[in-house]
């Protein structure tokens, strides 16, 4: 199929018109490059005329940030905290605290979590964890990311190789899987992505964060941000989150101002 430039133009102008920003109308782009057939020898993406229009897009509705300040990270800690050893939990309550503990600790997207293999873990005081599956920044040129999570003996209850081992041993005797997250119900499969975002939604908004507002992945904005307030190199977590050195995805959409306007309510409640 190959349709007019004039057409093609047409199409995005009226997405720009009907309210939608650079990043939804990138998006088409892309997928009429795949479906659509080049225009006078360019792909539909690159053709001169579509690049003008989407550069002139994006200076009058540049991609914005989700969220103009974060949750704070303590506050899902002192919950998980709060349901204390890892022994005494139920499955489900001992999922719900992994998926928290490694959403925060690793830094990664719900879809990365989701790709974790029990046979890809390695180590034993701390633990590395290699991703041999296609993720969103795979790429032929690119080393796959490993991820390390390491002890954290100060608080075992919040201690994310603790709750590891933990969830290891209580799904050895049921588990069919190599997936590491699995459902807390028979038959034990594999969960997806959607589910696991739900379990840290469900973590979210037992910790008193507003869910209507905050979605599962603002772990990665919460964690991130915390980071960075507490002086930790840049680099550091450009390479935890799987960012480019020097990249300004953290600073334009992900290093947020920590919202802790929750302390003035509390300390006016406090007795």
């Not at 990043?23 to 993406?45: E, K, M, Y």
């Not at 490694?102 to 034993?124: D, F, H, P």
Request: aromatic content about 8%.
């Amino acid at each position: 199929m190959t349709p007019k430039i004039s057409d093609v133009l047409e199409f995005l102008t009226s997405l720009y018109l009907n309210g939608q920003g650079y990043s939804a109308c990138n998006t088409a782009r892309s997928a009429l490059s795949l479906i659509l057939s080049p225009i006078n020898g360019f792909p539909v993406g690159k053709h001169p005329l579509v690049v003008r229009i989407l550069k002139g897009i994006s200076k009058q509705r540049p991609p914005q940030p989700r969220y103009e300040s974060v949750w704070d990270a303590n506050i899902v800690l002192k919950l998980l905290k709060s349901w204390g050893s890892n022994s005494d939990l139920d499955i489900k309550r001992l999922s719900l605290k992994l998926v928290g503990l490694l959403a925060l600790t690793s830094a990664q997207r719900v879809q990365t979590l989701c790709k974790l293999k029990v046979s890809n873990i390695q180590g034993t005081d701390k633990k590395q964890i290699v991703i041999d599956s296609q993720i969103k920044t795979s790429k032929i040129s690119k080393a796959q990311p490993t991820i390390v999570l390491s002890p954290y003996n100060r608080d075992t209850n919040i201690c994310v190789v603790k709750c590891v081992n933990e969830y290891l041993n209580r799904t050895s005797s049921y588990r069919k899987h190599d997936q590491l997250l699995i459902s807390y119900a028979a038959p034990y499969n594999p969960v997806c992505s959607q589910t696991i975002s739900r379990w840290l939604k469900m973590v979210l908004e037992e910790a008193g964060v507003d869910v209507s507002i905050f979605k599962a992945h603002s772990y990665r904005h919460a964690s991130t941000s915390k980071a960075a307030l507490k002086g930790v190199d840049m680099n550091v977590i450009f390479s935890k989150a799987g960012w480019t050195k020097g990249s300004l995805v953290f600073a334009k959409f992900y290093n947020r101002p920590i919202d802790y306007s929750y302390k003035f309510s509390d300390a006016v409640l406090n007795e």
